[in-house]
């Protein structure tokens, strides 16, 4: 079984651009959830999507949003880049309550 | 919310050591992981261990769920344990992973 796949692995964006990470879950796993991972923050939880529904999310700005498709796969989104969001993003699907997690989205904005 | 807590914060071992690393958390939890954060970031699987006792090699994990804590054993260290070592608890209606703010550990030959 394919593990969770994240693209792409790196991104270097402007500030005030936005941006659009990818995550596709192992198969026939229905949950999704994002987080952020900062030397200040540590990791932290962004939101977590079950069957197209965001069922949860975290304390962020408006800026970080994100979706689910029928087939599972998601996207978050990050508009008006700012220098702050520079950091590994990291998606993880579930089996039952056991998380797996994807190699990473690192990000920095110039 | 949950809260999760790791001790201690970083660790330098000799190669060849053992050593224990520490999670509590503050309310009860559908799940208690432990990741290895390899060097290109991912997190790599150790134990899923909502409770009970498992060993996978010289690694094992412990967890008393009604005491509110976990422990990782390492035993008979190697270089190649080094790196960052977290626990997360999935909160109570499972939908999002809380860490802790992990563990460095540095084993040197």
């Known amino acids: 079984k394919a593990g969770v796949t994240q693209t792409p692995r790196y991104l270097i964006k402007t500030r005030g651009q936005q941006v659009t990470l990818s995550c596709s879950p192992i198969?026939?796993?229905?949950?999704v959830s994002w987080y952020q991972q900062t030397p200040g923050q540590g990791l932290q939880f962004l939101f977590e999507y079950f069957s197209e529904t965001q069922r949860n999310k975290g304390n962020f700005p408006g800026r970080f949003s994100g979706r689910q498709f029928s087939n599972s796969r998601s996207e978050m989104n990050v508009s008006t880049l700012e220098l702050g969001d520079s950091a590994l993003y990291l998606c993880?699907?579930?089996?039952?309550?056991?998380?797996?997690f994807g190699q990473g989205t690192r990000l920095t904005v110039v | 919310g949950i809260q999760v807590e790791q001790s201690p914060p970083d660790l330098i071992l000799q190669e060849g050591a053992n050593s224990t690393l520490r999670c509590n958390f503050s309310d009860s939890v559908n799940n208690l992981q432990w990741f290895h954060q390899n060097p290109w970031g991912q997190l790599i699987n150790l134990f899923y261990?909502?409770?009970g006792t498992k060993q996978n090699g010289r690694l094992s994990a412990t967890t008393v769920a009604t005491e509110r804590y976990s422990l990782l054993y390492i035993s008979s260290s190697q270089t190649t344990d080094s790196g960052v070592y977290f626990c997360?608890?999935?909160?109570?209606?499972?939908?999002?992973?809380?860490f802790g703010k992990g563990t460095t550990l540095s084993v040197s030959s």
């Open positions: 997360a608890a999935l909160n109570q209606a499972g939908t999002a992973l809380i």
């Open positions: 993880a699907s579930f089996e039952g309550t056991e998380a797996f």
């Open positions: 261990i909502p409770s």
């Open positions: 198969s026939g796993h229905r949950s």
